[in-house]
């Protein structure tokens, strides 16, 4: 959900994503180096869970605040929630997003993950790893990577019912293993986690100080505080298996091997509360684990309060006790007790990260955002002014800070990879290398409405960025490849290598930075920029930065993923010595398309590139165009078929005939459409349509007269001549009773129309209804004025006449071209008209006609009632269907979910348009019939059709 234009290419080489940030904002970002070109594409995605669906189709929030509510309005919005969205909390997948066997998932602490497309950022939907993740089990937005065995762990934390913590793990193939619950007294309510720890042998659970108790509602308090009486613990719970080094064996660790539903609580000195951990790790000296993480002791909590907010981070600040600092923890686990704590740093900070290759083994450097405590103070604004790399063994730290008026996102550690040489015309192997590193970029956000105070009660959706000019070796290919070289291929030996491959901060930190001094007096319009910092050296400053099109909200967690190609050669470039390059991304002056909320533009040469692609697709169905086949259901399309035939019984087949439809016999002519044809006559079909009609009927059969030259031949390699254009213009959108009830009104007055698409989370359309209804959008409320343009709306340049509402409009369309007469029961305005049309419409179902790889969720009356990124073509496509058709159905909603304009011919029985559609295509008469004047392609068969337009026209 991003506002602004982006640039849009081709396929890249590296992958990054950069977070998730606030309630109704998604962003993507990726850049890519093809043929010796540094190309940047710029992607936003919504992330389409069940709670976006539904309130996107509402028009308003359905769920209110719970974390940063007063202790009197928590129970009301917790029930308002449970009414109005189903369930007490926002499945947001908001906080985070992980990469994992061949899956990007965006997180969130309470719900299960949500997978999205790595390529394109859509969402595919819920994920429960093949049915092995209970309903009842969330998914830890920190899940870890088991060093030595390469499984994925995680936690859920459930904060509603029992049980209120289940840990589990994925092998490295992504089959879920046993998963263990450890249960709590509904009553007496949970302890609030969020992150955890990993060992070569542990896994480590942390119960900090805030816990729920749900009684306190009853007295109006918040049922989630810190609670000072409540004394810290870590959990260790012991894996099974010789994990890591070989030689460390149970009596080194001083612990059997244990079932893993036992568990070790280790107190800590005091109340103490972690919301990100550092890293862990065995101390093979000292036989102890050492933890270290961001204590701050309620700090964000009391921050995130409904009153008082600024005065509480006012006094906390000046006191300096509860604020995020490092610190770390020595535990025994022989004994279960924690045996020492010290503080690492006074440098206030958050977002720690560390080279994840180092995750669970015992490491020396990390990487955090530095707290800009006069705007927490003043504004209560979470920012970061600048990056702190600590040296954990020495206490020594480096700055780097951003600079006046630019705040920083948590930064990603991307190692170095092996990046060929560059020529002797290219760029530098360091500073192509760098560039490579943004190249691969993702970050997930977890932004709380972009202040401490929540107002929309602190939801993410998901932003990504990739920048490539050379696609970089993820940390665990560089490890394998340095094993191989040093073990000779020892697969035993991995574990022990995969750690000594390069420095520790032999690499990148990646990060977006927010310029606000570059938005006047509005900070939000300030310049977003894509930051490269060497991780040995960030004092020296970026080595790249890389400007991005639109605005990315302030966030927190992000995530760095490789492409699936591991190394690609540097792009060439001209050589240079400065030290930081400067990206400039260019956009197009047209709007190219809202989809997640984002337009997409594009540099010219990455135009080109779309414009490449787009032009292959056509010409293979140029090529080779499918043959029409009666009825021919293809793989996948049975569900959406049936789906659009019940909306189109519920409707009483309102657009199957054209107005006065009856039988009738005639001599027979080959060209003409008959319906049958035996023994010298045909069986034809009579109808009573208006005068400006019947004149338009005859002026476009001149126009096909004599194009028929042979019954069965295939079509031209060009298109017919072109039928003058429409003087009807719907807005309208799939999905939707009004909208449908109008276009049947067109199929039985056999009227032409361009319609222009408006699906949910689109603008370019929906602005251009907003102005003709005098909304008057600003630039800063585009996507939610352009949701408040009435549809449907018909604009008529015969007449001059403009009406918005299917009753308006079908009275009007009734009275100009069928001469005056009364509108036809089944779409005559009522007191119940608008309430039949939508259940029937409703009656659709959510099953996608053609589906795919990367597909949308499915949520709602139809799957084109949402948007979904594209590219707007220059001149409206050519539709011959008619409503009530199931076939036809599926490629409307495929135009419709990409807001692809085109121009409706309805071919209802009785049409004289059949005759003509017959004539064009050389003897055939086969509805959906596609003809883009673009491409040059016609071709029939709505799943062939759906295809194409998804590869033509789909970002």
Known sequence: HGYGDGAAAGDEDGVAA???????????????????????????????????????????????????????????????????????????ANTALTSFAGRLLALQDTMPPWELDADTLETVGSCDFDGSLPFYVPFTAHPKVAPGTGELLFFGFNPVYPPHCSVGSLNPEGVMGPITSLWHNALEGATFMHDFCVT????????????????????????????????????????????????????????????????????????????????AWEDDVRGDIVVVGVREDGFFHGALAANGTREWIQSTLVEGKAVPRMHEWRIDPTTGTVTSERWLSDHLIEVPRINDAFTGIKNRFAYAGRVHTPSLADDAQLKFDAVIKFDIGTGQTWVYEHGRGRYGMEAQFVPRSSVPTASASGLERGEAAAVAAAAAAVAAVDMRGGTLGGRDGGAVAAVATAVTAAATATAATAAAAATEEKTGGDADSAATASVNVGAEDDGWLVLYVHDES???????????????????????????????????????????????????????????????????????????????????????????????????AA?????????????????????ALLGAARTGILRGAAGLFVNGWRPWLAADDAGEYAFVRTLGVRFTEARALGAVREEQAREELLMTRGALDGIGSQLSAQLPARLPAPTLTLYELEGCGASRRVREALCMLDLACTLRPCPHGAVRHRLAVADAQGLGCSVADTIFCAEDAQLPFLEDTRTGAAFAGADAIVAYLYKEYLDGAAPSPLVAPGPFAAVRAQAAVDARGPDDSSPHDSRALRRGPAGAFYSRPSAAPRIPLELWSYEVSPFCAVVREALSEMEVPYVMRPCARGSPRRTQLMRRTGGTFQVPYLEDPNTGVAMFESAEIVRYLRSVYLL
């Open 619 to 639: 010409a293979a169905i140029r090529a080779s165009p499918p043959p029409p086949r009666m009825f021919a259901v293809s793989g996948g399309q049975l569900s």
């Open 200 to 279: 070569e042998h542990f896994t480590i659970l942390f119960e900090g100080s805030m816990n729920i108790r749900p009684l306190r509602m009853l007295r109006g308090d918040h049922p989630l505080k810190y609670d000072a009486s409540q004394v810290a613990r870590f959990g260790l719970m012991r894996r099974g298996g010789a994990l890591g080094t070989a030689a460390k064996t149970d009596m080194d660790m001083g612990v059997e091997a244990e079932d893993p539903k036992d568990i070790t609580w280790c107190d800590c000195g005091a109340a103490e509360m972690v919301y990100h951990f550092v890293n």
């Open 18 to 92: 950069v977070g998730e940030a606030g309630e109704r904002t998604g962003y993507a970002v990726s850049s890519q180096s093809q043929e010796g070109v540094r190309r940047i594409r710029y992607r936003n995605r919504y992330v389409r869970t069940n709670s976006w669906h539904d309130e996107l189709r509402h028009g308003s929030r359905l769920f209110r605040p719970l974390m940063n509510t007063s202790g009197i309005s928590f129970l009301p919005h917790a029930m308002a929630n449970l009414l109005m969205g189903g369930n007490f909390l926002k499945d947001s």
């Open 518 to 616: 570059k938005g006047g007096d509005v900070a939000a319009e300030g310049r977003s920029e894509c930051v490269v910092l060497d991780a040995r050296d960030i004092e020296a400053g970026p080595v790249a930065r890389i400007v991005l099109p639109s605005r990315v909200p302030y966030g927190a967690h992000a995530l760095w993923y490789p492409a699936e190609a591991a190394a690609v050669a540097v792009a060439s470039a001209s050589s240079g010595s400065n030290d930081e390059h400067t990206v400039e991304s260019k956009t197009e002056s047209r709007t190219r398309s809202w989809a997640g909320g984002g337009a997409v533009g594009g540099d010219p040469d990455i135009q080109e590139s779309r414009d490449v692609v787009a032009a292959a």
